[in-house]
């Protein structure tokens, strides 16, 4: 069983920076795409990044290009968003999660099969 463990969630205000981190238990063999997506109160879950854990291809919702960067780190089975130019509405919780197998779509949440708790993130204007 894979775990997933999110951290570096806060509140932060506008214009500032937080980097999440979600370390894996383990990577499964077939692990090919690492993933975080965010629900706000009331909204539905959104993918914000992905990367492929083999090529380092790295995907972003339009709403984030630019202002957070994914990466990992293959040595430590740990991913990290690091999140720059926070706004108000990138307030949500944030999780963590990984697909085994083929991915199509790496910002739909229908792709993964391993979730974490999550992490809040609070912009304040």
């Known amino acids: 069983q894979v775990q997933l463990v999110e951290s570096g969630g806060g509140s932060v205000q506008a214009g500032g920076s937080l980097r999440l981190s979600c370390a894996a238990s383990r990577y499964p063999a077939s692990t090919r795409c690492m993933g975080w997506f965010r629900q706000a109160p009331g909204k539905e879950r959104e993918g914000v990044a992905a990367i492929y854990t083999v090529s380092g291809s790295t995907y972003y919702a339009d709403s984030v290009k630019g202002r957070f960067t994914i990466s990992q780190d293959n040595a430590k089975n740990t991913v990290y968003l690091q999140m720059n130019s926070l706004k108000p509405e990138d307030t949500a919780m944030y999780y963590c999660?990984?697909?085994?197998?083929?991915?199509?779509?790496?910002?739909?949440?229908?792709?993964?099969?391993?979730w974490g708790q999550g992490t809040q993130v609070t912009v304040s204007s």
């Open positions: 999660a990984a697909a085994r197998g083929g991915v199509w779509y790496p910002l739909k949440s229908g792709e993964y099969n391993y």
